[in-house]
């Protein structure tokens, strides 16, 4: 188990931007694959971007694509994910998560992660 704290949630604009971190506590974070995850009121969590062990392995939902990019820094056990071009559809709690190393295909699988951090609230204002 992976212990996660997301940060870097807010208040913002639409059309603006936002940059979500995860910190992730042990040893084994480069051995993870690692997701970003979204709960809208009254909607179920959905996959947002995904990245595996290594930079090239990126996966994103069609709704955020070219907006959103994830990226991870070993040395820092952090995950990243910078939100540009902010929509008020974007409002939900945003959740990190960690994983077994897993294909590319699968990194957008909810089932797939084992841990979660406590979430962040993302508010984009129309």
């Known amino acids: 188990q992976v212990q996660l704290v997301e940060s870097g949630g807010g208040l913002v604009q639409a059309g603006g931007s936002l940059r979500l971190s995860c910190a992730a506590s042990?040893?084994?974070?480069?051995?993870?694959?690692m997701g970003w995850f979204r709960q809208a009121p009254g909607k179920e969590r959905e996959s947002v971007a995904a990245?595996?062990?290594?930079?090239?392995?990126?996966s994103y939902a069609d709704s955020v694509k070219g907006r959103f990019t994830i990226s991870r820094d070993n040395a820092k056990n952090t995950v990243y994910q910078q939100m540009n071009s902010l929509k008020p559809e974007d409002t939900a709690i945003y959740y990190c998560?960690?994983?077994?190393?897993?294909?590319?295909?699968?990194?957008?699988?909810?089932?797939?992660?084992?841990?979660w951090g406590q979430g962040t609230q993302v508010t984009v204002s129309s």
């Open positions: 998560a960690a994983g077994p190393p897993m294909p590319t295909a699968q990194l957008m699988g909810v089932r797939g992660y084992h841990s």
């Open positions: 042990g040893r084994t974070f480069r051995l993870n694959s």
């Open positions: 990245i595996g062990l290594t930079a090239g392995s990126t």
